[in-house]
């Protein structure tokens, strides 16, 4: 196995963090909704954005630097929320916080974190906001959105995207081996209900949303809510309309809804309904500085990082966490140098020339 100094991109951090993990929580993690077309697309998109060269500027003389919501960053780079980090490695979502903020970057905490917020708190000390699902009673919500607080969520993240979720890739390991299927024990298919959302292979927690939810739990939150899961400029519209303070455009890394477009192909559209209103974070696919650099010349005010970091984790623990970040970090500080723009204010749409399909 190659020592954590001889990897070279996030990509070399995969296959190492596959053979950490069992067949099974490596295709939790991998897998996108049914043919995993959008799963796909998420990458693809990024060889729709050229780059264009421009006389350099020396890489050491790039400012990366920016400011989400009070929190100053060295590179506009968060770690996105995700649930089963423990999956990854025994530290799970306390060991991603420590690799995190060894690296300077801020973590958004998954509502269903794998180690209580308490311990992930006591980890580590840098900027961490908290993801968290609409839960319908609202005493039971502001519980959980107090909890969050309390221990150190300087915002928090709404995640509205989801609706309905089918794995083939799950079922797929099941039927064909890549994982034992006890009849009835552990690691059994579970019946499929026979009433309600889940009779169709959706989650039955998630088809009351509406906008209005959004004006019920600003009151328990204190500091910034943004929302998670934007894909439409129409919506992206809403969210600057209801006074939320940031969105993130994704679509969940292709694991919702299948042939919802690219987070990169929307982000364009989205930017310019929000008119520089709101802080526009986006994520899905991201895995080399270049393609942060493209986002950001795209308008984005930063990108969030969700399976990459994990690869990390599940490579070399926190120290791969902190590793793969730097070596982000690095990508985009010399993409930025080669395509001569000094500071994240420079990059704009001149950098890059989009072929959209
Ligand atoms: C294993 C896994 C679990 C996730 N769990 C959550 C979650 O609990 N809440 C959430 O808002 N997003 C969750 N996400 C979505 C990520 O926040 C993010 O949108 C996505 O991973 C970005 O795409 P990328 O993995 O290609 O970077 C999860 C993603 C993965 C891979």
Redesign the pocket.
């Known amino acids: 196995m190659p020592g954590l100094d001889e990897l070279l991109s996030a990509f070399d951090f995969e296959p190492i963090c596959f053979a950490n993990m069992t067949q099974r929580n490596y295709d939790?993690?991998a897998h996108g909704g049914d043919s995993e077309f959008t799963l796909r697309r998420?990458r693809e998109a990024f060889e729709w954005v050229d780059l264009i060269e421009r006389p350099g500027v020396p890489p050491e003389a790039v400012d990366p630097s920016t400011e989400v919501l009070g929190i100053k960053l060295a590179y506009p780079i968060f770690i996105?929320?995700?649930?089963?980090q423990r999956d990854c490695h025994p530290d799970g979502d306390a060991g991603m916080y420590q690799g995190a903020t060894a690296a300077g970057t801020p973590m958004i905490l998954?509502?269903?974190s794998s180690i209580p917020i308490q311990r992930v708190a006591e980890a580590a000390t840098g900027p961490r906001w908290s993801?968290f699902?609409p839960i319908e009673n609202l005493t039971t919500a502001r519980e959980q959105l107090e909890l969050f607080q309390t221990h150190g969520a300087r915002a928090i993240?709404v995640?509205v995207d989801q609706q309905a979720s089918n794995y083939e890739r799950d079922l797929h390991d099941r039927n064909l081996g890549g994982s034992p299927r006890p009849a009835g024990g552990r690691g059994a298919a579970p019946p499929r209900p026979t009433r309600g959302p889940g009779q169709y292979g959706a989650d039955p927690r998630r088809f009351w949303y509406s906008w209005k939810y959004l004006d019920d739990i600003r009151p328990f939150v204190k500091g910034h809510l943004l929302v998670?899961?934007i894909v439409t400029a129409e919506d992206a519209k809403i969210c600057v309309e209801r006074g939320v303070d940031g969105i993130i455009v994704?679509n969940?890394?292709?694991?919702g809804l299948d042939y919802e477009p690219s987070t990169l192909e929307v982000l364009p559209e989205i930017v310019d309904a929000v008119r520089g209103k709101i802080p526009v974070l986006v994520?899905?696919?991201?895995r080399r500085g270049s393609d942060l650099v493209k986002a950001m010349a795209l308008g984005a005010s930063a990108v969030?990082?969700?399976?990459?970091p994990?690869w990390g984790l599940g490579a070399f623990g926190p120290a791969g966490v902190q590793r793969l970040l730097e070596i982000v970090q690095s990508e985009f500080r010399a993409a930025m140098a080669t395509t001569g723009r000094r500071t994240l204010a420079a990059l704009d749409r001149t950098a890059v020339r989009t072929n959209f399909p």
């Open positions: 939790y993690m998420n996105a929320p995700s649930t089963r998954a509502s269903g993801q699902y993240v995640t998670k899961g994704s969940h890394g292709g694991r994520d899905g696919g991201f969030c990082l969700g399976r990459a994990r």
